[in-house]
């Protein structure tokens, strides 16, 4: 089951690799309309992406399958999506064309 979330700024930019690893990075690391999440399959990589990504249904659709087989307890400590990075850049790359 899907959820939604209030309308949130559109980001200037789309995304962001961190400068920092998954480990012991703080909030400074993440600018002002973005969040971070850990993306691949065996090994993760910390990606910065825009809040505006929370308010297209095929992020929201994302979300929701990683929440139904994963659930929310994630050991990086934040959003961890289990695909690879390809197939999350191809992801962001549509939701930037759109």
Same mark, same amino acid.
């Given at each position: ?27 400074? =690391?993440? !600018?002002? /309309?973005?969040? @971070?999440?850990?993306?691949? &399959?065996?090994?993760?990589?910390? +990606?910065?992406?825009? *809040? ?20 929310? =307890?994630? !050991?990086? /400590?934040?959003? @961890?999506?289990?695909?690879? &990075?390809?197939?999350?850049?191809? +992801?962001?790359?549509? *939701?930037?064309?759109?």
């Amino acid at each position: 089951m899907g959820f939604r979330l209030p309308r949130i700024v559109k980001a200037k930019q789309s995304l962001r690799r961190s400068s920092s690893s998954g480990n012991g990075a703080s909030a400074v =690391d993440v !600018p002002k /309309g973005y969040f @971070t999440v850990y993306v691949g &399959e065996e090994q993760k990589k910390r +990606l910065v992406v825009p *809040l505006s990504y929370l308010n297209q249904p095929s992020f929201q659709d994302l979300l929701s399958q990683v929440e139904e087989e994963f659930g929310y =307890d994630h !050991p990086m /400590g934040g959003i @961890t999506i289990p695909c690879s &990075e390809d197939v999350f850049l191809d +992801l962001t790359r549509s *939701l930037n064309e759109s």
